[in-house]
């Protein structure tokens, strides 16, 4: 499998103002072209041998793939939690126009 150009950055927050300012930082920097933040989303998962529950705030980054590495480092050294869901999926197919705005937002050579 050949790896995508593209990829949609998986970003779970501990709240609106922390995704919000993760993605401020990645787009300053020009890693990502757009950022979606889902405000309110109901996560349950094992952490420390402990099933949790609670509310967190999802972020969606738009992004090369080849600059994951660069978001996942701005992400890390600014997240509350000590270990983050952070996850590149990536984008097998979107209208091209759309990849060339997502190319040329980032500087990225589509």
Same mark, same amino acid.
């Given at each position: 499998?050949?790896?995508?150009?593209?990829?949609?950055?998986?970003?779970?927050?501990?709240?609106?103002?922390?995704?919000?300012?993760?993605?401020?930082? !990645?787009?300053?920097?020009?890693? #990502?072209?757009?950022?979606?933040? &889902? *405000?309110? +989303?109901?996560?349950?998962?094992?952490?420390? @041998?402990?099933?949790?529950?609670?509310?967190?705030?999802?972020?969606?980054?738009?992004?090369?793939?080849?600059?994951?590495?660069? !978001?996942?480092?701005?992400?890390? #050294?600014?997240?509350?939690?000590? &270990? *983050?869901? +952070?996850?590149?999926?990536?984008?097998?197919? @979107?209208?091209?126009?759309?990849?060339?705005?997502?190319?040329?937002?980032?500087?990225?050579?589509?």
């Amino acid at each position: 499998m050949e790896q995508a150009d593209f990829a949609l950055v998986y970003v779970v927050c501990s709240n609106l103002e922390e995704a919000r300012t993760l993605a401020r930082k !990645v787009l300053e920097r020009r890693l #990502a072209a757009c950022a979606n933040i &889902v *405000p309110t +989303i109901h996560s349950l998962y094992w952490w420390e @041998g402990k099933l949790e529950e609670g509310q967190e705030t999802l972020l969606l980054l738009k992004a090369p793939y080849d600059y994951y590495e660069e !978001v996942e480092k701005i992400i890390k #050294a600014h997240h509350s939690y000590q &270990v *983050p869901a +952070i996850l590149a999926i990536p984008i097998a197919k @979107g209208l091209p126009d759309y990849l060339r705005w997502l190319a040329a937002e980032t500087e990225f050579d589509y």
